[in-house]
């Protein structure tokens, strides 16, 4: 088994997990409990019933799962198992409007609504790598650690050829984080449209 399939059913096992989790809010129960559901999860998403295992099932659905995904999954997956959170509110926030921008700049283009194609830029572009530098550059001035690290975590990822995909856009962002960006950020920007506060901070 390829280092590519063992880190696609790595995430897809993460993610498998951190929905679990959630729908259990396995916060909720002792430390001890955690560890065994932990333990049972990874018994049950990585060990083949048939030909594949649970988290291959999952990796024929949503693909390789992109870096900021991993990154935010399996920061879940640390908060239910510790009840510690990694990454702050500001950060998310940040984090979340830059994948939400990314999102609304690739995925409409790409689909060839127009004669241009973002997605063709993550075929090593000057002008992608010039737009992550100076990102990751305003982040760590602005000290946002996890815009930093997930965008420098990409990039090494890519270099390293981690994933099957060579695009770069596929390191950085995929379908579900996406959807994640921008549902969240409609439940702050819905509620200050019509003058009311927010659910979601």
């Given amino acids: 088994m390829s280092a590519n ?4 059913l790595f995430g897809c096992g993460l993610l498998g997990f951190a929905l679990v989790a959630a729908a259990l809010r396995l916060r909720r129960f002792s430390v001890g409990v955690r560890v065994a559901a932990a333990l049972v999860a990874g018994i049950a998403l990585f060990v083949p ?3 594949l295992s649970l988290a291959a099932y999952v990796r024929g659905v949503t693909g390789d799962l992109s870096i900021s995904t991993l990154v935010l999954v399996g ?8 009840g510690h959170r990694l990454i702050g509110q500001r950060d998310l926030r940040a984090l979340t409007w830059l994948v939400a921008a990314a999102a609304v700049f690739l995925y409409p283009f790409a689909l060839g609504l127009t004669p241009f194609d973002p997605y063709a830029l993550g075929y090593g572009s000057a002008e992608l790598v010039t737009a ?3 990102v990751t550059l305003a982040a760590w001035r602005a000290r946002l650690n996890a815009v930093v690290l997930i965008t420098i975590a990409a990039v090494v990822a890519y270099l390293g050829g981690a994933y099957e995909s060579r695009n ?11 959807a994640y960006a921008l549902v969240r950020l409609l439940a702050v920007v819905g509620p200050l449209a019509r003058g009311t506060r927010p659910s979601v901070s």
Avoid: E, N, R
């Fill in 168 to 178: 770069l856009w596929d390191y950085l962002i995929d379908p579900m984080v996406s």
């Fill in 75 to 82: 920061t879940a997956c640390i908060a239910q198992l510790t």
């Fill in 49 to 51: 019933f048939g030909d």
């Fill in 5 to 8: 399939v063992v880190l696609g």
């Fill in 132 to 134: 992550l530098l100076l």
